[in-house]
């Protein structure tokens, strides 16, 4: 059985104000990533993170990742900093189809229904974003499957559980979703 996490970062597991997209962005641009320890340690909200694990662990998902960092990190340095910032169960079970395919005119809605589209053979997923980036998502066909994390709370205990009741429904074939 295949289940799969749509994943952002923002807001969902990176809620630092000081630590975020942007300091990563600079730590691989000057090649200094090994220079900012303190960056690694405080970039995915430890609960968060330990939340995302349990479901990790309930669940045995691949992960898809829809965050915007996929626009300035490439697969490699994405798996780096998972794993620099304690999220390495992300980075060992990414999809082989890692991604979706965000840009300047393509709505996180539309990049996960192409994602799924391609991927019929999905049989149980849940989207972790939060209300801005996942905007489009809201009372979309694929509402029923997100969890929105709230800005600077992430993924907490409440979006755990909901989270936990996406997965634990029946199954229903891909054609009946979309």
């Not at 499957?145 to 409440?158: I, L, S, Y």
Request: hydrophobic residues 45%; charged residues 25%; proline residues 4%.
């Amino acid at each position: 059985m295949t289940t799969i996490i749509f994943l952002d970062f923002d807001d969902v597991l990176a809620i630092h104000r000081r630590y975020n997209s942007f300091q990563v962005k600079l730590a691989f641009e000057n090649f200094a990533t090994d220079d900012y320890p303190e960056l690694w340690v405080n970039l995915f909200e430890a609960r968060a993170t330990k939340n995302l694990l349990a479901l990790h662990d309930e669940f045995s998902p691949l992960y898809v990742i829809t965050s915007s960092w996929t626009g300035f990190l490439s697969n490699e340095q994405v798996i780096e900093a998972l794993n620099r910032a304690g999220a390495y169960f992300v980075a060992t079970n990414l999809h082989c189809d890692w991604q979706v395919e965000l840009g300047d005119k393509v709505t996180r809605l539309d990049a996960v229904r192409v994602w799924l589209e391609t991927h019929s053979n999905t049989e149980r997923f849940v989207i972790l974003d939060d209300p801005l980036s996942g905007a489009s998502l809201q009372y979309s066909e694929l509402d029923p499957w997100c969890v929105f994390c709230e800005p600077w709370r992430g993924f907490d205990a409440q979006r755990l559980k909901l989270a936990q009741e996406i997965l634990r429904k029946p199954l229903q074939p891909m054609s009946r979703i979309l």
